[in-house]
């Protein structure tokens, strides 16, 4: 055995380790742009059998058309590749696949035309060069880290550079025996770029892996967060719901006890809601609730909270409030609620009560005050609309 069929049987030999190699990291990193690459090395390992045969049994015309279709198909599949990496999906359909496939059909129909001979095998070796610059530049401007890039970059650009010399020297030798010492152990340094290659793929594509997880984790991340934030809100006015309440109510007790703050409650109830209900249907009552809703919230502080207590009540809390603020804020709300559009026949209002919390009281207790003060001005009625309201009584 010469040489270089000896360098090819040791370039073809890891070649198959490389591959051996590839589809057990597949099980792990599936992704479409590793796929293409391991069909790239697939077939170029069939392309290196192919040589050795040719050198042993002579380069006949079927050997020479398989080894420029597993040749061909080597370089399509890693230019494939390249592009997946660098889009992720192809954008293309079947004639952009098809397109693909021409420089195989071109190599092959050219080579069953053609003479065979060692020679023959030049202008596949040139297109592999070219295939292989081509490469390295698409990992120059892709994605991915710079030691990656830069190591298949540099690896493929020697490669083409390997191989261009390669070809020159078997378009004028013709004999691979005759090729220049250097020359005829090119499959050892190939095969030297060939684990560059493979350990660059392995970077870049771990490095992949770890940022879609990434990306995939924040979007579980903010899932889960728009989960919670749903579970806290109702689902027709927006408003944090009584679920909420427990936990808000828990914090701002605690506060209380350790910097003696006050705290006060609003309790808010649509009047004639059942009539709109009856009159208008519930679709206008739905209406009214999330004017409502609005209509609150856009009244008080960024440090106070609105709720939907249940039905057609509303709660308001009212951090660092004093039972007269409280008061005011109750009667302000009361006869400042604006015409709903589309109920002009029933026009709703609000009857809203408050209360404080003091120490040594539960807050249950408050709110059963707050409860019965809105349900005190609602049985009293309201002064029409534009007339001033009285103000209530303070308990003493």
Not at 60 to 77: D, E, I, K, Q
Not at 95 to 113: D, E, F, R, S
Not at 186 to 208: K, N, P, Q, R, T
Not at 344 to 364: I, N
Request: aromatic share 10%.
């Amino acid at each position: 055995m010469s040489v270089s069929q000896f360098s090819l049987l040791i370039q073809a030999a890891g070649t198959a380790l490389l591959l051996f190699l590839f589809l057990l990291l597949y099980q792990k990193i599936r992704r479409p742009a590793f796929l293409d690459w391991i069909a790239s090395w697939a077939f170029l390992l069939v392309g290196l059998i192919l040589l050795l045969l040719a050198g042993e049994i002579g380069p006949g015309r079927p050997l020479v058309v398989l080894l420029n279709y597993a040749l061909a198909a080597h370089a399509v599949c890693l230019l494939r590749g390249a592009r997946h990496f660098r889009r992720e999906k192809t954008s293309g359909g079947g004639l952009l696949q098809a397109l693909w496939a021409l420089p195989v059909l071109a190599l092959t129909g050219w080579a069953a035309a053609s003479r065979a001979s060692l020679g023959q095998f030049a202008p596949v070796a040139f297109f592999l060069a070219a295939v292989y610059v081509a490469t390295a530049v698409s990992f120059v401007i892709g994605p991915g880290s710079a030691a990656g890039k830069f190591l298949l970059s540099v690896s493929f650009l020697l490669w083409g550079v390997a191989q261009a010399v390669t070809a020159s020297a078997q378009m004028r030798f013709r004999d691979p025996a005759a090729l220049p010492g250097p020359l005829q152990y090119a499959g050892f340094a190939i095969l030297l770029l060939e684990m560059m290659i493979a350990v660059g793929i392995i970077l870049v594509l771990f490095e992949a892996s770890q940022a879609q997880l990434a990306t995939e984790m924040r979007q579980l991340q903010r899932s889960d967060e728009l989960l919670k934030e749903l579970s806290l809100r109702d689902p027709l006015t927006g408003l944090y719901n009584r679920n909420h309440f427990n936990d808000v109510i828990r914090r701002e007790l605690a506060a209380l006890l350790h910097h003696s703050l006050s705290l006060s409650v609003l309790l808010a109830d649509v009047d004639r809601f059942k009539e709109i209900n009856d009159r208008l249907g519930h679709a206008a009552g739905d209406d009214v609730l999330k004017f409502v809703a609005n209509y609150l919230t856009s009244c008080v502080r960024e440090s106070d909270y609105v709720f939907r207590w249940g039905g057609d009540e509303f709660l308001i809390l009212l951090p660092r409030t004093e039972e007269a603020d409280a008061a005011q804020k109750a009667q302000e709300l009361g006869r400042s609620l604006p015409r709903i559009p589309g109920t002009l026949e029933v026009q709703a209002s609000l009857s809203v009560g408050w209360a404080t919390h003091r120490s040594g009281t539960d807050f249950p207790a408050v709110l059963a005050q707050a409860d019965a003060r809105m349900y005190e001005r609602k049985l009293k009625g309201k002064p029409a609309r534009g007339e001033p309201e009285p103000d209530l009584p303070l308990p003493s």
